[in-house]
């Protein structure tokens, strides 16, 4: 078992940036990938990166390529994600999520956090 707790969000002009972190709880973070998501109003909730157990394979959508990126530090129990170059349309509800393997369907992941929002104002 796997809790998630985001934390970072707020609301910030286009062109500014954000740290998201994510803390879990439990000894078996290590051993999943974790991955961040997210949900605008009225759209479906996407895939936005994603990291390997080890944190040596990283992915990312075509959206934010370039702009996040995404981090862990499992002695902490943390993943990061720091979000540059930030665009109103990134406005969203952002979500952590653990997996047993890299990927990016919603499906595979097993354990989500609430969520923490970001707005980006133009």
């Known amino acids: 078992q796997v809790q998630l707790v985001e934390s970072g969000g707020g609301l910030v002009q286009a062109g500014g940036s954000l740290r998201l972190s994510c803390a879990a709880s439990g000894r078996a973070f290590s051993t999943y990938a974790m991955g961040w998501f997210r949900q605008a109003p009225g759209k479906e909730r996407e895939f936005v990166a994603g990291i390997s157990w080890s944190g040596g394979t990283t992915y990312y959508a075509d959206s934010v390529k370039g702009r996040f990126i995404i981090s862990r530090d499992n002695a902490k129990n943390t993943v990061n994600l720091l979000m540059t170059g930030l665009k109103p349309e990134d406005t969203a509800l952002y979500y952590c999520?653990?997996?047993?393997?890299?990927?990016?369907?919603?499906?595979?992941?097993?354990?989500w956090g609430q969520g923490t929002q970001v707005t980006v104002s133009s």
């Open positions: 999520a653990a997996s047993r393997g890299l990927v990016t369907a919603m499906r595979a992941y097993d354990f």
